[in-house]
C-alpha cells in the first residue's frame, strides 16, 4: 500500500485528527508506540482495510519543534513545523511576564517568530494604566498588540500577522486563547464550530491542540492554557541566545565565555546598569539560566 502525507491537526492522546493533501479529514492511529506525532507534524499515513481510521507510520522530518521539559525531565513536544508564536496574556488573569519572556525564548530558539497579544484590553478602557512589559517587547522590536476578543479590537491587525504562516497561539489558562481564534475565524463557518467544549463551571478550558485553517491562509494552533512554562534548553548558553538584546550586548563582552553575571567588561551588565537592557528581562534571563541548570542535574 503506498502512504501519503499529510498534516496532524489534532492531538487526543495516542489518536490523531489528520488532514490528508486532498483536505479531507480524517482519523488515526499510530503504528507502534515510538512515533509520538505532535499538531503541525508532516506525516506519511495508510489506509488502514475495512476502518475508517488511518495508520501513521512515520514522522517527516521536523523543521523546528516547541519543546518543554516534562515532569521527568525529558524533553516533551508541544507542536512542531511552526511560523510564528502568538504569547497571549491579557488585563487578568495577572500576567506572569517570566512566563512570557520564556515562550519568547522559545521562539528566538526554535527560529520562529514571537507575537505578543495583550487582551482583555477593553478592561482598561477610561483607566490611565500603561503596561510597561509591553513597551519593553517594543523596544526590542517585537510586534505587541492590544486586542480584545470581547470588543473585537486588533482581530484584524492579529489576522494579518497570521496570514499565510503556521502559528500557535500559547500562554496561562484564561486568557482568551480561544476566544481570540473564535474571533479570528468568526467571518467562517467555524464560528458555529465552537473550538472548545464547555465544563461544568461554564468555562471552556482547551484540553487538546487543535489546528484550525485561516481564510487568508495560514493556520493556527489553539493549545491547552498552561501553570507554567520553560523551554528545554541544551545548556544555559542557549539562554543568552533566547533573549535578543542580551545575545546583541553579549558580542561586545569583554570574555567569549561571559556568562553575564559578574563577569569584568560585561556589556550585558553595563546594559543593564544603563538601562538600554530592562532590569526585568536580565532577571527573567537569569532564572532561565538557572532552570535549565537545574534541568540538566535533574533539580527542577
Ligand atoms: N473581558 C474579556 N473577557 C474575555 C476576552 N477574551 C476572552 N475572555 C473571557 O476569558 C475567559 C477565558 O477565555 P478562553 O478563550 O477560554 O481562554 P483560554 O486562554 O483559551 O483558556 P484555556 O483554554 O484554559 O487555556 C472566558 O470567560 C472568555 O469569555 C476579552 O477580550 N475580554
Ligand atoms: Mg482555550
Ligand atoms: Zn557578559
Redesign the pocket.
Known sequence: MSSQTATVIATYSRRMGLRLDDSNEVDARIKGKRLKPVCGDRVQVEPIDNESDWLITEIDTRRNELTRPNMRGQVEVLAANLDALVV?A???PMPDWFIIDRYLCAAELMDADAIVVF?????LDGLDIEIPELQEYRDIGLVVLE?????R?GIDELRSELAGRCTI?V????????????ELVADSNQRTARI?AKTGE??????NSVMIPLQNGGTVI?????RDYAPALENSVDAAAGFREIAFAAQSCRFANCRHLREPGCAVKAGVDDESISYRRYESFKRVVNITEKLSEGRY
Do not use: F
Not at 119 to 123: A, S
Not at 202 to 207: I, K, L, Q, Y
Not at 222 to 226: A, E, L, M, N, R
Open positions: 497571549v491579557a488585563v487578568a487582551n482583555k484590553i477593553e478592561l486586542c480584545s476578543a470581547e470588543t479590537r497561539v500562554g496561562q489558562s484564561g486568557v482568551g486563547k480561544s476566544s481570540l481564534i473564535n472548545s461554564g468555562r471552556h478550558t482547551t484540553v489553539d493549545s491547552p492554557g498552561v
